[in-house]
């Protein structure tokens, strides 16, 4: 059986720090093998664990309790660790080691003190540092996650902007930046942010309007606007504008456009633009029927139904002006805010 505990092990890990860098204390006596560092740390720890092992101190929880008892005093670890054999600790050192190994966890301290025991100076205050610490650590992770998007600092706004973030997060980038392009990636494939370079360009963007490039060293940065990532490309539905479809699927018509090809979904978008659309689920699904049946280069179907709007497309396609569906915001409203057609709310008939 060989017994192990966890908290000496830790301390004992860490006292081996404060000694493996010294030279001249004979360590190297202790070291074999190749790798040169870890046999160090090793032979580090095996010093302590052996020198413990003078006083009737194991690797178990017995042996820890004695340690943290006051049968365990300052001159009995002396003896052993800078009096006994080769190698000796230098005394500083040893007083290091010897805090390490004693050094109370912070909450059994602070549950001695809601005791109403006695506690050392010392070991209160390093309770009450680590406590205090601990308190920070979860003021940044929790609190920060708790404030409202408002109060956030720029830096902690950003660390939460990403293509999943909520449309809060974007909206309040948008307001921050006025609007104007901010957002350097470090890789634009990878929609990785570049923090530094965006925190700067973001507080510049108060204050003015931003270039849509930048270049800082030798490396030329595109700046987007929040909302934007150059990874990411969504598609609109063709009859609700600014309603991006999930798979496929628009949510407000019921349907998916899978499969319809991009060219008759533009002819759509045209027929809404030119306020043709249908509004009866049955036409809106004959549409979207119709719109399948088409290819780039036979836009047959939709052409009959729509003659007028197929002679505005064939005029459109040759100048180049056909609607875009292709949005590069994850936020379905962030970009058209209006709905200029009023295709949602309003029958045309
Ligand atoms: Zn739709």
Redesign the pocket.
Known sequence: MNPTCVPLVVKVSEAATVIVGIPNIGLSTCVSGSDEKISFEIAAENLIWSRLSYIGIYNDQDSYDMLMSDLFKEEDGRLVFCESEEPRLPLLRFKKIWSILKRRESDSVLEDVLDGKEVDKEDLKAAVDAENKKASLLDDVVFSSLKPIGQLTDAELLNRYSPESSSEVVEELLRRSKGRPFVAFSSERDGKIDQEITLRMLKESRKREMPIHYKVSDALYRLFVAGVFPSQVFYE????KG?LLLDGY????G?S?EGVDYKACQFVRLIVELGQCPKERPSLRQLIADARSCSSDDMNALELDYPNVAAVFRERCEEDKLPSLRSRTASSEASHVSDPFNVRTKPRF
């Open positions: 539905c063709p009859v609700h309603v628009c949510d407000e018509c349907h456009w």
